[in-house]
C-alpha cells in the first residue's frame, strides 16, 4: 500500500539543525509533487515546504524560509528537509504527505494525501 515513513525528529537546541526524512513507497514517487506540513503541541496544522515531482521547483513558509530546505532523492524515493538555525516555535510533529494528480503548491496544502505518522522535533534549551 502507499505509505510515508517519517524520520529524523529529537531534542535538539535552539540555533541547532536537524535533517529530516520521509520514505515513499507504494506509489510512483517521482510523478508526485511533496510537501512538509508541521502540527505544534496544541496548534494547528501549518504548511512548511514543498517541493515538485522533479525537484526543480521548491517553496516555504515565510516563517521557515532561509532556515529549512526541502529536498527529494527520486531514486531512493525520499523526501528531505534540512531544518537549520531552529527555534523553539519550530517545536512540532512535523509530517509529509503528497500532492494529489498534478497539484503543487502552498494554495493546495488542503488537498494533501496519504500522510506519514510524524516525526516530533522538539527545539529546546
Known amino acids: 500500500e502507499v505509505q510515508l515513513v517519517e524520520s529524523g525528529g529529537g531534542l535538539v537546541q535552539p540555533g541547532g539543525a536537524l535533517r529530516l526524512s520521509c520514505a515513499a513507497s507504494?506509489?510512483?514517487?517521482?510523478?508526485?509533487?511533496m510537501s512538509w506540513v508541521r502540527q505544534a503541541p496544541g496548534k494547528g496544522l501549518e504548511w512548511v515546504s514543498a517541493?515538485?515531482?522533479?525537484?526543480?521547483?521548491?517553496s516555504s513558509a515565510d516563517s521557515v524560509k532561509g532556515r529549512f530546505t526541502i529536498s527529494r532523492d527520486n531514486a531512493k524515493n525520499t523526501l528531505y528537509l534540512q531544518m537549520n538555525s531552529l527555534k523553539p516555535e519550530d517545536t512540532a510533529v512535523y509530517y509529509c504527505?503528497?500532492?494529489?494528480?498534478?497539484?503543487?503548491?502552498?494554495?493546495?496544502?488542503?488537498?494533501?494525501?496519504?500522510w506519514g505518522q510524524g516525526t516530533l522535533v522538539t527545539v529546546s534549551s
Open positions: 517541493i515538485k515531482s522533479g525537484g526543480g521547483s521548491t
Open positions: 504527505a503528497k500532492f494529489p494528480g498534478s497539484l503543487y503548491g502552498s494554495s493546495w496544502w488542503g488537498y494533501l494525501e496519504v
Open positions: 507504494g506509489f510512483t514517487f517521482s510523478s508526485y509533487a
